[in-house]
């Protein structure tokens, strides 16, 4: 896309320009381009490259996510996990990650499963734990996410964006 070919410099020899690639995300989030959501929620996040506006990004993630796409949904439950442009929910987060797990979305399946491990937004489940844990590692290909003890420490305080 030209968005991405302008953040990046792609293969087109074209100038970095980040706010034309900006205007380029907002407008393919808004139109046709649902995968164009979290490339501008995330400028927005960052504050780098233009005002930081978390309320803004929320927005574009809810339109990405509305128009079926797995990274914006999953996106927006990780800005309710860490409270982003939107009061902080796991409970809200929740049917997020379910939607994008039953669609084969590996990090949706992940941060699920710790969501039942700790019991954060949903009661504390082992069986779906491990539903949700087999399900990351099979769309995934990996053998075992939760297999590293350190990991697991580190998402006792809840899930970090992937």
């Not at 990650?97 to 499963?113: D, I, K, V």
């Amino acid at each position: 896309s030209s968005g991405i070919n302008a953040e990046y410099g792609g293969t087109v020899p074209v100038k970095r320009d980040v706010p034309k690639a900006a205007e380029f995300f907002a407008q393919g989030c808004k139109t046709t381009y649902p995968r164009s959501c979290v490339p501008i929620a995330r400028l927005l996040q960052m504050g780098k490259f233009m005002e930081k506006d978390y309320a803004k990004a929320f927005e574009y993630l809810s339109i990405g996510c509305q128009k079926n796409n797995n990274e914006s949904c999953f996106a927006k439950a990780n800005a309710y996990i860490q409270g982003m442009g939107v009061e902080k929910s796991y409970t809200a987060a929740v049917p997020l990650l379910e939607q994008g797990c039953t669609r084969g979305h590996p990090s949706s399946c992940h941060n699920l499963a710790v969501l039942y491990y700790h019991g954060h937004g949903v009661d504390k489940d082992m069986t779906k734990f491990k539903q949700y844990n087999e399900r990351a590692k099979i769309f995934s290909g990996q053998k075992n996410p939760f297999k590293d003890k350190k990991l697991m420490q580190q998402q006792s305080q809840g899930p970090t964006a992937h």
